[in-house]
């Protein structure tokens, strides 16, 4: 069965782990976040190495290490984390970019458009804080 509407694997992880992170008194580390989503810590580390290059992240080596935000949870949204992942969500011209359109009106109705336009305004006003 298709989906019509999906984010990338690492744009969920990204987002999943970072709320774990909020919500964690205590440094945790990829293992943990690994095992709480059920996901490849090889992939989950690429994530992570991502989110700390953008500057959503620190890190902490050594046994008792890991990761904790780099910014309070109120002030990070979901569309930050998704960014840092994916780069801006950017509504342009034919949703399958075609350069030359056969018909006079697009046969999507601008559907996905403002399915874009309202997912990209749905994760800027969601901040990690609501969900910790």
Do not use: W
Not at 35 to 44: C, I, V
Not at 95 to 102: A, H, Q
């Amino acid at each position: 069965m298709s989906k019509v509407v999906t984010i990338s694997e690492a744009a969920s992880l990204a987002i999943h782990a970072v709320v774990l992170i909020a919500s964690s008194d205590k440094l945790i580390n990829v293992n943990q976040i690994a095992d709480a989503t059920a996901a490849s810590r090889n992939h989950l580390a690429k994530v992570m190495q991502r989110l700390g290059k953008q500057g959503i992240v620190t890190s902490s080596r050594g046994p008792t290490g890991g990761f904790k935000l780099k910014r309070p949870a109120n002030e990070l949204t979901l569309y930050d984390i998704y960014e840092s992942i994916e780069g801006p969500i950017e509504i342009q011209g034919c949703p399958l970019e075609r350069p030359i359109c056969p018909f006079d009106k697009c046969l999507m109705g601008g559907i996905i458009h403002r399915v874009t336009h309202d997912l990209k305004k749905y994760l800027q006003a969601e901040t990690i804080d609501k969900y910790i």
